[in-house]
């Protein structure tokens, strides 16, 4: 089996999307990244690699079984076994998981470039492992978890944000006030004002979305603003996205 070293790691939880599996170059300093002493490096076919990276379904028995106890990370000077990680590559793209103890991969991280070119270095001529799926991978996309191509070319706030203008969306259209609809839509595309007047509450939810789903605009950022405010939960991601960025700012000046 193949090992890695003095792995930087900066872990993304829980999320189900690669999308938010940050890059190298969207890195934050108040991340928190971990020194990985000792790791698996496991060379997997695309099918496998789409599930770890893009999904939270449980990972091949066999698999788990490869990597058991075999990752190793310093604390204090102390080293601490991981139950079930690895680096895993399908020769194009890397991505490293940990599942808590769990069979599914709860935290991935990318790696820092050089890195990330030592693992097509390590795999390179090799076959990849074959491990039995438990169901073929098929990903389905909704509101709360945008098609890849919704979110590209954003930067890691813009994804951040968009996903709270989602939720947020979400939220009203499981409202008790669905009348609101048309309101924000109007907010959305004032000129459509008097079209709008004649639609019915799923037209215009069906016209909310499609409009605000694609891409990332100041306008985007206006109505997420405003479709959060008073509500404390929202607020404070949005809060928090705004006091991230200003770090961000000052860190690069």
């Not at 997997?44 to 106890?69: A, F, G």
């Not at 990370?73 to 139950?83: A, C, L, P, S, Y």
């Not at 048309?182 to 004649?198: A, D």
């Amino acid at each position: 089996m193949l090992y890695m070293h003095d792995l930087w790691v900066n872990w993304f939880e829980g999320e189900e999307n690669g999308y938010n599996v940050c890059r190298f170059h969207e890195w934050r300093k108040e991340d928190g990244i971990e020194i990985v002493d000792q790791i698996p490096l496991l060379l997997v076919e695309d099918q496998l690699y789409e599930s770890i990276e893009n999904d939270l379904q449980d990972l091949p028995m066999s698999l788990l079984q490869d990597v058991q106890k075999r990752t190793y990370m310093k604390k204090n000077q102390e080293r601490h076994t991981i139950e079930y990680a690895a680096v895993v590559t399908n020769g194009h793209d890397v991505i490293v998981f940990d599942t808590l103890g769990y069979t599914l991969p709860v935290k991935k991280s990318r790696l820092i470039p050089r890195q990330e070119r030592l693992v097509f270095e390590m795999v390179q001529g090799k076959k990849p492992a074959t491990y039995k799926m438990e169901e073929e991978f098929t990903k389905e996309y909704h509101i709360l978890s945008l098609e890849p191509e919704k979110m590209s070319g954003l930067t890691r706030r813009e994804r951040q944000l968009k996903q709270l203008l989602m939720m947020a969306l979400d939220q009203l259209k499981h409202s008790d006030y669905p009348e609101e609809i048309r309101y924000w839509l109007t907010e959305w595309n004032p000129v459509e004002y008097q079209s709008i007047k004649e639609l019915t509450t799923d037209e215009a939810w069906d016209r909310l979305y499609h409009g605000t789903s694609h891409g990332w605009t100041i306008h985007h950022e206006e109505l997420c603003g405003k479709l959060v405010k008073g509500q404390p939960f929202f607020e404070t991601i949005w809060q928090g996205e705004y006091q991230k960025a200003e770090k961000h700012i000052k860190s690069q000046n």
